[in-house]
């Protein structure tokens, strides 16, 4: 069975939500580090501009389609993606099932004070969660290396890295085997969601793939970078895919 749908040069894992959740825990139960991509639309599209990112993206253990149109892309290169399994939805998935205190994260990235506020609200919800650490994602090299030493220090299973792409990707890709965590995932703008600082999309729009339409309304700077929406679906057309 092909377990892998190429597109546009970025090996999507072919998972459910279910699906991704169980791979993760299987992750923490390994002596290994495993970064953890969710790339939408506009980040896939960027991949398959860049190849030297496009190669970063592929080096990982699980990549999930974050993201209405790359199902929709799937369909168009016939090997359909059953489900969207997004970053945060997944990330909130993880944090319910580790909020026993089973495995301990750090949060990485955000505005300053907005990872701190992320563990407050989700220690809040879940009191037995174990965050270790937090960090914001605003650093020259010297903060860099005071942050990696903390996150080696605080040994978390779970590292949330939130700085956008393809900086968190490529931040992943560089320092995962130094750091000691199990899980590395590349989360965008979620410690934003987590700390409620930004809303998520209603949950009408989110059934009906419309986040994107909700955060350009909210944010209308972000009209440039969705004229990529049109640009992907066109490219995947057109490129055709290989399977593995």
Known sequence: MNTKIDVLGVW??????????????????????????????????????????RDVLNTAELITPDGIGVVYASKILKDSLSERVGGFDLASRLIEKVSDGSYSLYFFGGKPGVADLAKEKLCETYPDLRVV???DGYFDAEKEKRIIADIKE????????C???????????????????????????????????????????????????YRLAKQPSRIGRMMDLPKFGLTVLFKGKRVK
């Open 154 to 161: 605080k040994n978390p299973d779970i590292l949330f890295v």
């Open 12 to 53: 999507v894992d072919k998972v459910t939500m279910d699906g991704a959740l169980e791979r993760l825990m299987e992750f923490l139960e390994e002596d290994a580090p495993h970064a953890v991509y969710t790339p939408n639309s506009e980040i896939l599209m960027r991949a398959y501009r860049d190849e030297k990112f």
């Open 133 to 135: 650490g937090t960090s």
């Open 163 to 213: 700085l956008g792409a393809p900086k968190q990707e490529e931040w992943i890709f560089s320092h995962k085997k130094e750091l000691g965590a199990k899980v590395l995932m590349g989360i965008g703008g979620s410690l934003d969601v987590f700390a409620g600082v930004t809303e998520r999309a209603p949950e009408s729009f989110q059934k009906m793939g419309l986040e994107w339409l």
